[in-house]
C-alpha cells in the first residue's frame, strides 16, 4: 500500500512552530489585537489540522481497499485447507493494519503538536483576560 504524500511533514513541524512562537511573541502588542492575533493563529492551526485529518482518511481508505485474499489463500480455499487460508488471510491482514498505523503515526504526532499549541492560545487568552479584570 504506498500513499502519495500530499503533506509534507517537516514543513507542517516548521509551520507549527512558527504559529506556536507567534503566539509565545503576542505579549508586545494592545491587549485587543493580541487576543485576535490569537485567535488568527487558532484558525491557522485548525485548518492545518483539518488538512492531516484528510491524509489520515486517505490512508485508512487506502488501508481498507487492499483486500487481504491473495491468489494463495483462495488456491487453499479450494484444495480443503481453509484454516491455513484463514491463517494466510489473517496475516494479511495485519500486516496491513501495522503498515496503516506506521503510515499514520507521523500525522497523529502532528495533531497532538497542534493540539498543544491551540491550548497554548487559550491559555495565552485565559491571562489577558485576567490581566484585564
Same mark, same amino acid.
Given at each position: 500500500?504506498?500513499?502519495?504524500?500530499?503533506?509534507?511533514?517537516?514543513?507542517?513541524?516548521?509551520?507549527?512552530?512558527?504559529?506556536?512562537?507567534?503566539? &509565545?511573541?503576542?505579549? +508586545? *502588542?494592545?491587549?485587543?489585537? /493580541?487576543?485576535?492575533?490569537?485567535? $488568527?493563529? !487558532?484558525?491557522? =492551526?485548525? #485548518?492545518?489540522?483539518?488538512?492531516?485529518?484528510?491524509?489520515?482518511?486517505?490512508?485508512?481508505?487506502?488501508?481498507?481497499?487492499?483486500?487481504?485474499?491473495?491468489?494463495?489463500?483462495?488456491?487453499?480455499?479450494?484444495?480443503?485447507?481453509?484454516?491455513?487460508?484463514? &491463517?494466510?488471510?489473517? +496475516? *494479511?491482514?495485519?500486516?496491513? /493494519?501495522?503498515?496503516?498505523?506506521? $503510515?499514520? !503515526?507521523?500525522? =497523529?504526532? #502532528?495533531?497532538?503538536?497542534?493540539?498543544?499549541?491551540?491550548?497554548?492560545?487559550?491559555?495565552?487568552?485565559?491571562?489577558?483576560?485576567?490581566?484585564?479584570?
Amino acid at each position: 500500500m504506498q500513499m502519495s504524500e500530499t503533506m509534507d511533514i517537516n514543513s507542517a513541524h516548521q509551520t507549527i512552530n512558527q504559529l506556536r512562537q507567534q503566539l &509565545q511573541s503576542i505579549n +508586545s *502588542t494592545p491587549v485587543q489585537l /493580541q487576543v485576535k492575533q490569537i485567535n $488568527l493563529i !487558532q484558525k491557522q =492551526l485548525r #485548518l492545518l489540522k483539518k488538512e492531516i485529518n484528510l491524509v489520515i482518511r486517505e490512508i485508512n481508505q487506502n488501508a481498507t481497499q487492499a483486500t487481504p485474499d491473495s491468489i494463495m489463500s483462495v488456491g487453499l480455499d479450494i484444495l480443503g485447507k481453509r484454516k491455513l487460508a484463514g &491463517q494466510l488471510r489473517q +496475516s *494479511t491482514r495485519r500486516a496491513i /493494519q501495522a503498515e496503516k498505523v506506521a $503510515l499514520r !503515526q507521523p500525522y =497523529l504526532d #502532528l495533531k497532538a503538536d497542534i493540539d498543544s499549541a491551540l491550548l497554548l492560545g487559550d491559555q495565552l487568552k485565559l491571562q489577558i483576560e485576567q490581566m484585564n479584570y
